[in-house]
């Protein structure tokens, strides 16, 4: 099946930090990326969908402006928490989706934990 | 906007026994359901997929049937193991280009 990986799979950083949290599909070009984030015990919330090439869209409630995505590639999404609060601690995961295809194929998820 | 409800939060069975976990959602009109598997601080596994006109999918013990005009799902596990504790998110996805949307999931532990 799809394979999508994270990197880092965990993060710990200080409070006004950015980092960066890369998604690969390893082997299908991911002509959707979504990314979603999950607090404890709370399912996963969609925070954005990005298409290759394209700004992405990002749901209600979530800065674009803090949360910044890059999907510059069939193969590469990104996504970086800038000036990271320990409010931005989460569990993040990303899912890639072919093109013409419905199926997505998720990520390990990053887990990030801001001091 | 599309909710999704599953019921219960957490479920605690002993081994061998047989169970149902229940999804809901406000839309009716959706293009497919799935069924996913989360171990503690993993990503997901996907289980089954229902596409809008199908009744139900089978995997092995498992068996997720789809009542769409009701806007219900479950899943059946049967025979459960200790290796099936998880929990168990539900999502439903509105057509063929937008994202799933989950549950809060279904917190699964299975008593050897």
């Known amino acids: 099946g799809a394979v999508v990986s994270q990197h880092p799979s965990w993060v710990i950083c200080k409070s006004g930090t950015s980092v960066k949290i890369e998604c690969r599909s390893l082997?299908?070009?991911?002509?959707?990326m979504f990314w979603y984030r999950q607090f404890p015990k709370q399912s996963l919330m969609l925070m954005a969908t990005?298409?290759?090439?394209?700004?992405?869209?990002?749901e209600q409630g979530v800065e674009k402006d803090k949360f910044l995505i890059n999907h510059a590639s069939l193969t590469l999404s990104t996504l970086t928490v800038t000036s990271a609060h320990p409010e931005d601690s989460s569990f993040y995961i990303c899912?890639?989706?072919?093109?013409?295809?419905?199926?997505?194929?998720f990520g390990p998820g990053t887990r990030l934990l801001v001091l | 906007k599309q909710e999704v409800t599953q019921i219960p939060a957490a479920l605690s069975v002993p081994e061998g026994e047989n169970l149902v976990l229940n999804c809901s959602f406000t839309?009716?009109?959706?293009?497919?359901l799935q069924w996913f598997r989360q171990d503690p601080g993993k990503g997901l596994t996907s289980l089954l997929l229902?596409?809008?006109?199908?009744r139900e999918q089978t995997s092995g013990r498992l068996n997720a049937s789809l009542d769409k005009s009701s806007g219900r799902s479950t899943l059946y596990i049967a025979a459960s193991q200790p290796g099936d504790s998880a929990t168990y998110l539900c999502?439903?996805?509105?057509?063929?280009?937008?994202?799933?949307?989950f549950g809060k999931g279904t917190r699964l532990s299975v008593i050897a």
């Open positions: 229902i596409q809008s006109s199908q």
């Open positions: 899912s890639g989706k072919p093109g013409g295809q419905e199926t997505q194929y």
């Open positions: 839309d009716s009109a959706i293009y497919n």
């Open positions: 990005s298409n290759e090439g394209s700004k992405a869209t990002y």
């Open positions: 999502a439903v996805r509105t057509s063929g280009n937008t994202p799933l949307v």
């Open positions: 082997d299908f070009q991911a002509t959707t």
